[in-house]
């Protein structure tokens, strides 16, 4: 079994898209941090390219600042251009060896696999973990498949020889359950931006973790 410890970065992900909130996006992301998020992704579909980088060239500032990795979901050229210390991508995007040929042998790269075969060949020297989900049912993506439920986060962590984080529909009272299943952590989005107080919504999730495996000392 994976000792899910060695990616403690993956306990809580943030996955901070300026769709899903109507606050500011980087006082959010600073609330958030603060409470106890140890990842943040920057996921764009709307913004232009200009704005896109605008936005988050603040947001790389920031988790340089707090030490945290900073990830780019999709967008290989923006991840290079604001120097993100990582990509997440799904079976549409770039293929994974063209990722880490980009982005050399250094930086994290992600993959959200939609099948059991992807999932279980997805390592092999290109890819450091996988997003995989929903779990729960969720709001925060229109084209979300059905949710694969506690059983489908066991069944893949099981299978890949990588940390797997679970997304979708995660709360905190949920989080213990997706992590006590083998995964390394749980990514979410509404949960934290969509709060009244990100900070402590952050801390929630991150307490719910830390009752399966401690992240770090705080």
Do not use: W
């Not at 707090?66 to 990509?87: E, S, T």
């Not at 709360?171 to 990100?198: D, F, K």
């Amino acid at each position: 079994m994976i000792d899910t410890r060695q990616a403690r970065y993956l306990a809580v992900y943030l996955v901070a898209d300026p769709d899903q909130t109507t606050s500011d996006l980087p006082t959010t992301v600073i609330e958030a941090i603060d409470g106890g998020v140890t990842a943040v992704q920057f996921r764009s579909k709307r913004q232009t390219d200009r704005d896109a980088f605008a936005l988050a060239g603040r947001l790389r500032a920031i988790c340089r600042d707090r030490y945290l990795p900073f990830i780019v979901n999709d967008r290989v050229a923006l991840a290079l251009a604001v120097d993100a210390d990582g990509v997440h991508v799904g079976v549409d995007d770039l293929p994974v060896k063209i990722v880490r040929r980009l982005l050399g042998p250094s930086r994290i790269v992600g993959y959200s696999p939609e099948t059991d075969e992807q999932a279980r060949t997805a390592a092999r020297g290109c890819v450091d973990y996988l997003g995989i989900g929903p779990v729960f049912s969720t709001s925060s993506k229109d084209d979300a498949p059905p949710p694969i439920g506690i059983d489908g986060i066991r069944r893949i962590t099981r299978l890949a020889s990588i940390p797997v984080v679970g997304i979708g529909g995660i709360t905190a009272e949920r989080a213990s359950s997706v992590v006590n299943a083998g995964a390394a952590g749980v990514a979410v989005i509404g949960a934290i931006l969509r709060a009244p107080n990100p900070a402590g919504a952050a801390k929630t999730l991150r307490d719910a973790v830390e009752q399966v495996y401690p992240v770090s000392s705080r």
